[in-house]
């Protein structure tokens, strides 16, 4: 095998490797699209965090806005709420369905996104559902059941976003319940 063939193998491989620890680290690309629409939110978000004297008082401004964007992006082995949504719109066929389907998931996107973002002692979602996390957070409904609950209303949903949207509905319920406030 010729030098230039070896190096530009060498150099493909280095480059896969690169896309794919990237992709692991941050569970999906980030979209320019994605970013600028989360940015704009930022007040909103800072509107949430200032309403929480809890937040305020364990948790800096920054890192609550580094949750925020870790409930968005994901990581450690989250896919995000923005990939989460689009996997869940898939399933819906009607162009209308689909768009307000869209709206719904994008306001309970913030609304959980805002409330899970805070420090561990003063939110009221938990992020996983296992038995410790149960026993250390009693009564908190866990991230992940939202997704799973999300995720097989989606699989069931014949294509016109009924199901999706009981879900989503229930699960507003809840954070109503809860006493977490819409964004």
Not at 6 to 12: D, E
Not at 53 to 78: I, K, L, T
Request: with cysteine; proline share 2%; hydrophobic share 40%.
């Amino acid at each position: 095998m010729e030098l230039w063939t070896r190096v530009y193998c060498r150099r493909f491989l280095i480059a896969g490797a690169a896309l794919v620890l990237s992709m692991s680290i941050t569970g999906r690309p980030c979209y320019a699209d994605d970013a600028a629409t989360l940015d704009s939110w930022q007040a909103n978000f800072n509107a949430i965090w200032q309403a929480d004297s809890c937040a305020q008082e364990f948790q800096s401004w920054s890192n609550y806005w580094a949750r925020v964007h870790d409930f968005y992006f994901g990581g450690r082995g989250s896919t995000g709420w923005f990939a989460d949504s689009q996997t869940i719109l898939s399933h819906v066929t009607d162009p209308a369905a689909r768009s307000s389907i869209s709206s719904e998931l994008t306001a309970l996107g913030q609304r959980v996104g805002g409330e899970w973002a805070k420090a561990d002692g003063c939110r009221k979602i938990r992020t996983g559902s296992s038995g410790l996390q149960k026993m250390l957070d009693p009564g908190k409904p866990a991230l992940t059941d939202f997704e799973k609950r999300l995720n097989n209303a989606a699989i069931a949903d014949s294509g016109n976003g009924q199901s999706i949207e009981a879900t989503i509905k229930s699960i507003s319920h809840l954070l109503d319940q809860l006493g977490v406030a819409n964004s």
